[in-house]
């Protein structure tokens, strides 16, 4: 199965697992989509109840990482998308 199609096919805690095994694939699919695609990708990853707990701040760290050492833009992306995120109300 084509990288870029298994994406919408699982949950952001799995996506996260995969993206940190196979970092090189996933930062070729993604290259190929627009920065606001990319950008709701990653949001997607750590939108939920609880997003500063201490495990995805250091997932985020570990994928920011990952991703750096194959595509600037694409970490950059990460980090916006995260640093925003955690800056919003999570009192859901």
Same mark, same amino acid.
Do not use: W
């Given at each position: 199965?084509?990288?870029?199609?298994?994406?919408?096919?699982?949950?952001?805690?799995?996506?996260?697992?995969? /993206?940190?095994? @196979?970092?090189?694939?996933?930062? +070729?699919? =993604? *290259?190929?989509?627009?920065?606001?695609?990319?950008?709701?990708?990653?949001?997607?990853?750590?939108?939920?109840?609880?997003?500063?707990?201490?495990?995805?701040?250091?997932?985020?760290?570990? /994928?920011?990482? @990952?991703?750096?050492?194959?595509? +600037?833009? =694409? *970490?950059?992306?990460?980090?916006?998308?995260?640093?925003?995120?955690?800056?919003?109300?999570?009192?859901?």
């Amino acid at each position: 199965m084509e990288f870029g199609k298994l994406i919408i096919l699982v949950m952001p805690f799995t996506l996260t697992t995969i /993206l940190l095994a @196979n970092t090189k694939e996933a930062c +070729k699919a =993604l *290259s190929k989509f627009s920065d606001k695609e990319v950008k709701s990708v990653f949001r997607f990853i750590y939108d939920n109840p609880h997003p500063q707990r201490k495990y995805f701040q250091e997932d985020f760290e570990k /994928l920011k990482n @990952n991703i750096a050492q194959y595509d +600037k833009r =694409l *970490s950059e992306l990460l980090t916006e998308s995260y640093e925003k995120l955690m800056s919003e109300d999570h009192s859901h």
